[in-house]
Structure formats: C-alpha cells, structure tokens
C-alpha cells in the first residue's frame, strides 16, 4: 500500500465523527513521518488522486499494521464515536479480518480509551482468531 493511501484512509476514520482533534491531527502527522511520506496537511491528504480501490497488503503483519494505526488513531481524542467504529469495521473488512475480530479490538480500544492499551489482550485476539 502506498503511504499516500494509507494516509488517506486515516484522514477517512478522522473526519468520520464529524470532529477532527489535535490529538488526531497529531497521530496522523506522526504516522507519515514513520513511513517517509514526510510532513502534509490534511488538506493535502484529503486532495490526494488516489483511485477508488487501494491495494491492500497481501502481508498479515502489514494489514495487521494498518489495523492497528487505525484502532490507535480513533482512540487518540480519547472519544470513540459510532461512525469511527463502523469506519474501522469497514476497512478491518477490506483488509480481510474477521467482523468478530475487529469488533474485539475495537471493544478493547474502547474500555482502555483513557489508560494504556493492555498489547496482550490485543495480541490473544489475534491468536485466537487465527487458530
């Protein structure tokens, strides 16, 4: 997946609820400089040419990634919002994971959106969905 398609689809989970923090402005910035795509703003993001259907890693640790920058992002403003979860269900989706699977990652995301999230619980998930 190119990092300008991945930007985009977090600028999507962002702009979701109608309400874009400086928490999530913060996360995203933060994202695009680890994977070299350098500082844009998000009106950069949300202009970007991109076609109607990204590829899609085919790796499960990268969609795995993507997975997490998304679940981490709508847990950034501290406020989880019905549109973030089903915009996280639909890209989970397209990534090729389970509903239930990412309904669990969500659930957890959601009871620790004030503290840090347990990375064990996540990862018992993850195996259990894959086994």
Known sequence: MKAQELLHILYNLCVSDGDISREEVSFISGIAKEIGAGHLSLDEIKNLKLGLSPEYPKEERDRMTILYYLLFLMKADKHIAEEEKKTIQHFGFKLGFSELLVDEM?????????SKVPPDELLQIIIRHNN
Do not use: C, G, L, M
């Open 106 to 114: 969500i659930e957890i995301i959601e009871n620790n959106k004030n």
